[in-house]
């Protein structure tokens, strides 16, 4: 019975096709998970990466800050080689020190908000004329002009609110997962490289960037010339006073500065607005006081290493974007990321296995500005995109892995696009389903053509193996994806440290397997 059990255990140990079979080292396996869940520090790196250095919008003093304390943790885990590495330019930074906001007429109410990203102060308490002055295109300008000047003006319709009738956090189902592995809609796959989308299929929808841009531009320069006191919305998402919003002016400094602008719960939003339909007149306070940082235009990434032993020219790479929004402290988007990926290497300087690779962290700036910082890190080490033209580093990146979708566990991993990845990934995750990780997912995922997302596909736009995490979504929608309750009381302890040590087991097992991960074919220079 025992011998007939030992060979059932090797038959399923077997792969399909007749493939290599993947040595599992269960001793370096036990170190890990004894790190991860006796020994883990994922939530002391999150304290200080959230609750001590906050919010970190890009290249600003509290993202240098954490930054730099990154630096120490790293080099006192004896990684070697960590730097801040400078790429850009990227432009103007930005944080703010101040935010007060509250309705003074017909009677008071405090308001639940922030102030958008690259939008300026008020100079001391100022108090307005709320005006409703919906904003959707350049047309609506002239309506408004001569009108607005000291006013506080609502740049949109009340919103909709309705109530929550199901669960705010969700962890993904059996049937979930095993519906991502399947191709929901072949025709959205493509044809491979330079191949074409099935005609008969509708375009995707693509909202022109550049129109968006420009219609931003020309309302900050309308808003500023008509005198506007502060303009306010109630951000992208959201209600119950969890708010979500991001930019209002530009990091950009050739672009136009707007007024003062915020947003607050739509709950506080509609008040005003209906006081306004009333033709009450409410009047509004707002003491904001904000910093725009020209003199440093360049952006940075932190890059540390632990040197391989026998194949040191090979590389491994783990990260996830350090920079947030600035509505909460940037705890899920991506304290949480960037905490597993120092936990991960952390766990892994602690095993007594050698790594034949080199293991390299990168903790990306400039990602919620499209993926800035490691797109410059990609193309500068690797391949710039338009030419395709490879260094000597090219040939050595083995893979890279990241973690950017907030707080929930590791449920699965994209193969993209590649069988054999498909069935080495699955051999690792054979003796680790107890920890619900359980998919691969993406056997038949069409090549990255634009980057877009997260921080891997700027390594799979040039052909690199960049994989990312399927994670439990939680409430990262509902509650927290660059919100002001991107906070640290709304990570899961369990989830990271799950997170840490997957994390930790598929570096090692990259760093030490006898070969490099398969490539996919590099794309051409032609060929998005
Ligand atoms: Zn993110």
Redesign the pocket.
């Known amino acids: 019975m025992k011998k007939q059990l030992l060979v059932l255990g090797l038959f399923a140990a077997m792969p399909l096709g007749g493939q290599q079979a993947e040595p599992i080292d269960l001793g370096a396996l036990n170190e890990i998970k004894w790190q991860a869940f006796n020994n883990s520090q994922v939530m002391d790196h999150l304290f200080y990466i959230s609750d001590v250095y906050g919010p970190r919008v890009n290249g600003s003093p509290n993202h240098r800050a954490a930054a730099e304390w990154i630096v120490k943790r790293l080099e006192s885990y004896g990684l070697k080689n960590v730097h801040l590495e400078p790429w850009g330019p990227f432009g103007n930074s930005w944080q703010y020190k101040k935010f007060y906001g509250a309705l003074t007429e017909p009677n008071y109410a405090p308001l639940i908000g922030f102030p958008l990203a690259w939008t300026p102060g008020t100079n001391g308490p100022v108090t307005g004329e709320a005006v409703l002055t919906p904003i959707h295109s350049q047309a609506d300008f002239a309506k408004y002009k001569g009108k607005l000047k000291g006013k506080v003006v609502l740049l949109v319709e009340p919103k909709t609110v309705l109530m929550h009738t199901e669960a705010e956090a969700h962890r993904l189902t059996d049937e979930e997962l095993v519906a991502r592995t399947k191709v929901a809609d072949p025709s959205r796959l493509g044809l491979g490289f330079g191949g074409g989308r099935n005609a008969a299929a509708p375009p995707p929808v693509v909202l022109d960037r550049n129109a968006a841009l420009k219609l931003r531009n020309d309302t900050s320069k309308f808003l500023s010339d008509e005198g506007v006191l502060v303009a306010v919305n109630y951000g992208t998402n959201g209600d119950g006073g969890t708010v979500f919003a991001t930019w209002g002016g530009s990091q950009n400094p050739d672009d136009p500065t707007p007024p003062p602008m915020v947003a607050i719960t739509p709950e506080h939003y509609n008040r005003i607005a209906r006081l306004v339909q009333h033709g009450m007149a409410p009047k509004v306070t707002f003491d904001i006081e904000t910093e725009t940082y020209k003199s440093d235009q360049m952006g940075f990434n932190v890059v540390g290493e632990i040197p391989g032993t026998t194949k040191a020219d090979e590389v491994v790479m783990l990260g996830?974007?350090l920079d947030?929004w600035q509505g909460g402290t940037?705890a899920t988007?991506?304290g949480t990321?960037s905490s597993v990926a120092i936990e991960a290497i952390r766990i892994l300087t602690t095993l007594h296995k050698p790594m034949a690779r080199t293991v390299r962290i990168a903790l990306w700036g400039g990602?919620?500005e499209g993926l800035l910082g490691s797109k410059f890190y990609v193309q500068k080490h690797f391949a710039p995109r338009d030419t395709m033209k490879q260094t000597s580093e090219y040939a050595k990146l083995d893979a890279y892995y990241n973690d950017?979708?907030?707080s929930g566990r590791f449920r699965g991993i994209s193969a993209n696009g590649n069988l054999l990845t498909k069935s080495i990934f699955e051999q690792w995750i054979s003796p680790i389903k107890d920890l619900e990780i359980t998919t691969v997912i993406g056997a038949t995922a069409a090549p990255t053509r634009e980057p877009g997302g997260?921080d891997s596909t700027s390594f799979s736009w040039i052909g690199l193996n960049g994989y990312g995490f399927m994670q439990d979504p939680l409430e990262y929608g509902t509650r927290t994806?660059h919100s002001n309750m991107d906070l640290y009381d709304r990570v899961q302890q369990g989830d990271v440290m799950q997170g840490a040590a997957i994390e930790a087991w598929f570096v090692y097992n990259t760093a030490t397997r006898s070969e490099m991960l398969p490539r996919n074919p590099t794309p051409t220079a032609t060929a998005k």
């Open positions: 996830g974007h947030s940037g988007d991506n990321g990602e919620e950017d979708t907030g997260t994806h």
